[in-house]
Nanobody, 120 residues
Framework: QVQLVESGGGLVQAGGSLRLSCAASRSIVSMSDMAWYRQAPGKQREWVAVITSRSNTNYADSVKGRFTISRDNAKNTVYLQMNSLKPEDTAVYYC??????????????WGQGTQVTVSS
């Protein structure tokens, strides 16, 4: 089993920045597709960004140009740098790690989430 622990959430004014961190309890960050999702009150969880095991990155249109996903394999940590924050970015942000232990054994782990609140 792998634990993912998010941190870095908080309250920030519109236009401000936050950096979220997601630390894994095992060395899986380099071998996984690491993603961030978010869930706003009353809404479904939505995908925000991903960095693949091959270091390709992709972003939801709503955050493209404002958010940057990165990882530090040595620290088993993935980050989400969030700039130019908007009130609509308010949500609980979740970290996800997905990959394969072997051809027949897939894994998919989630963190507990960290709250981001952007005031107008």
């Amino acid at each position: 089993q792998v634990q993912l622990v998010e941190s870095g959430g908080g309250l920030v004014q519109a236009g401000g920045s936050l950096r979220l961190s997601c630390a894994a309890s095992r060395s899986i960050v380099s071998m996984s597709d690491m993603a961030w999702y978010r869930q706003a009150p009353g809404k479904q969880r939505e995908w925000v960004a991903v960095i693949t095991s091959r270091s390709n990155t992709n972003y939801a249109d709503s955050v493209k140009g404002r958010f940057t996903i990165s990882r530090d394999n040595a620290k088993n940590t993935v980050y989400l740098q969030m700039n130019s924050l908007k009130p609509e970015d308010t949500a609980v942000y979740y970290c996800n790690a997905a990959g394969y232990w072997s051809i027949e054994s897939r894994y998919d782990f989630w963190g507990q989430g960290t709250q981001v609140t952007v005031s107008s």
